[in-house]
């Protein structure tokens, strides 16, 4: 099970964002990052729990290994209002995702 | 350019038999792994199962182990998911993606198919 916090995190433009998420058990570094807009398909953003994928900004990093994992985004711009989900992919066939966390400009 | 497009909305009734697809484009189809993923509101995101379609290497999550099936066309770089007795709770919006760049972690999406099943 992949535990995600918090539900919600509202943060400034510019300020630094934090999000969450842990694993039951151990899943080594086997974690992706998505972004999900409203009507939109799942966006890979990191993989192997802090590569970027090819064309995300480097304001998005992540961190972590074993259970405990986060996703940073450094500078947040009005464009990164959306729904993050850590996805761990560790064994076949428990990839699981997270429950989301919902990133809303305030 | 990386594209998988999906077939289109279907609204379908209780114990009725569907097949969606997913058509990829611009890499090589056999040499990576398609995922089929549910999206329910209020229960966020969950894989259904993969598919490599080289050797058409299929695997599925215990969930839905029986439930579905997933197959690939190779001639037309295609792959399916098909129910052969829709229940209600079967309504949902499903995505493909594509397996890239590790095992386990999907960098691009289809756009999704909504299925609504409803008597």
């Known amino acids: 099970v992949m535990t995600q916090s918090p539900a919600t995190l509202s943060v400034s433009p510019g300020e630094r964002a934090t999000l969450s998420c842990r694993a039951s058990q151990s899943v080594m570094s086997n974690v992706a990052w998505y972004q999900q807009k409203p009507g939109q398909a799942p966006r890979l953003l990191i993989y192997?729990?802090?590569t970027r994928a090819i064309g995300i900004p480097a304001r998005f990093s992540g961190s972590g290994a074993g259970t405990e994992f986060t996703l940073t985004i450094s500078s947040l711009q009005s464009e990164d209002a959306a729904v993050y989900y850590c996805q761990q992919h560790d064994k076949w066939p428990t990839w699981t995702f997270g429950q989301g966390t919902k990133v809303e400009i305030k | 350019e990386v594209q998988l497009v999906q077939s289109g909305a279907e609204m379908k009734k209780p114990g009725d038999s569907l097949k969606i697809s997913c058509k990829a484009s611009g890499y090589s189809f056999t040499g990576q792994w398609i995922a089929w993923v549910r999206q329910m509101p209020g229960r966020g995101l969950e894989y259904m199962g993969i598919?490599?379609?080289?050797?058409?290497?299929?695997r599925y999550t215990p969930a839905f182990e029986g439930q579905v099936t997933i197959s690939a066309d190779k001639s037309i770089s295609t792959v399916f998911l098909q129910w052969s007795s829709l229940k209600a709770s079967d309504s949902a919006l499903y995505f493909c993606?594509?397996?890239?760049?590790?095992?386990?972690?999907?960098?691009?999406w289809g756009q999704g198919t909504q299925v609504t099943v409803s008597s």
């Open positions: 598919i490599y379609p080289g050797d058409s290497d299929t």
């Open positions: 993606a594509r397996g890239a760049p590790m095992f386990g972690s999907f960098d691009n």
């Open positions: 192997g729990s802090f």
